[in-house]
């Protein structure tokens, strides 16, 4: 058994300055698919050299924690907890906004004069009511700092963020117990994956496409599954690249006003006011 394709929801373009971006979430048809709320796909795509790099400057977060995948390139991140660095090809962010923090995530300068492949993915998590004003924090991974499992005959990889896979431990440890991962199949490889059927899954189709249960997932689609089994057997169509995850519905009011995501318009104001008095303003690093 596995778990079966519901629905499939498409990415739609929906390009920053001359970063090319897809958002499968939210949409036209899908809110949110609680815990998760949000998925930009940048790229892929190849800078020229002297180029603006990415356009993130600072900017407030509250209520909710940013998970950035660096498929291709460099980013730079910066925030008002002190944080710093520069993650390369296949690391990954992990932001706990919680309370509230300014980062800014851009180009490296090294990557603004030289150009070069630029593939990123963020994801936002929605963090319970009782979790929304915890203390934020930071962590920035590089791929080495991150374990492989790889699948049998070479045929593709999995890459653990978070949770536990085939004995490993990702190097996150999540508020809330989400599992988190990327997957690189080749075509015709087929890989088998704990999804508790009381857990919402997070599948999103990066590259290529994918084969469940018989159904094709289309390439740039989020993939909705039912609640049938606790796993789910994906198969690669063409050679793909996937990310995949699963968390605990939260079951709450989800209100958002651009970077703050929170339970009620009164907590929404309050963050505007906390922000505006300078609240997450503690030492932003240029």
């Known amino acids: 058994m596995t778990r079966k394709i519901t629905q499939q929801y498409k990415a739609y373009r929906d390009d920053i300055r001359d970063l090319q971006t897809r958002r499968p979430v939210p949409g036209p048809q899908i809110e949110n698919l609680d815990p998760f709320l949000f998925l930009n796909h940048h790229g892929p795509q190849v800078y020229a050299p002297d180029n603006l790099g990415l356009p993130f400057g600072p900017h407030p977060h509250r209520g909710f924690e940013t998970v950035t995948f660096i498929l291709r390139g460099e980013l730079s991140h910066s925030d008002t907890g002190g944080h710093e660095s520069i993650i390369g090809t296949g690391g990954v962010q992990w932001m706990t906004a919680g309370s509230g923090l300014i980062h800014a995530e851009l180009s490296p300068e090294s990557f603004k004069r030289s150009g070069g492949e630029l593939e990123i993915l963020q994801l936002w998590i929605n963090l319970p009511s009782y979790l929304k004003m915890t203390s934020p924090h930071y962590v920035g991974l590089q791929s080495d700092e991150i374990p492989t499992i790889p699948l049998s ?25 989400i599992v988190m991962m990327t997957g690189q199949l080749s075509a015709g490889a087929e890989v088998t994956l704990p999804a508790p059927a009381e857990r919402q899954v997070f599948l999103y189709t990066v590259k290529g496409r994918l084969s469940i249960d018989g159904e094709e997932a289309h390439a740039w689609h989020l993939i909705d599954l039912d609640n049938s089994d606790d796993s789910v057997t994906i198969t690669a169509v ?6 995949f995850g699963h968390g605990d519905k939260i079951n709450e009011p989800v209100v958002s006003h651009g970077p703050f995501v929170m339970n009620s318009v009164e907590e929404i104001n309050q963050a505007i006011l906390d922000y505006q008095a300078g609240k997450f303003d503690v030492k932003l690093k240029s």
């Not at 063409?238 to 990310?243: G, I, K, M, P």
Request: net charge negative; charged share 10%.
């Open 153 to 177: 005959k070479g045929h593709g990889s999995i890459s653990l963020v978070s949770g536990s896979l085939s004995g490993m431990t990702g190097p996150i440890s999540s508020l809330t117990g």
């Open 238 to 243: 063409d050679d793909a690249v996937f990310l």
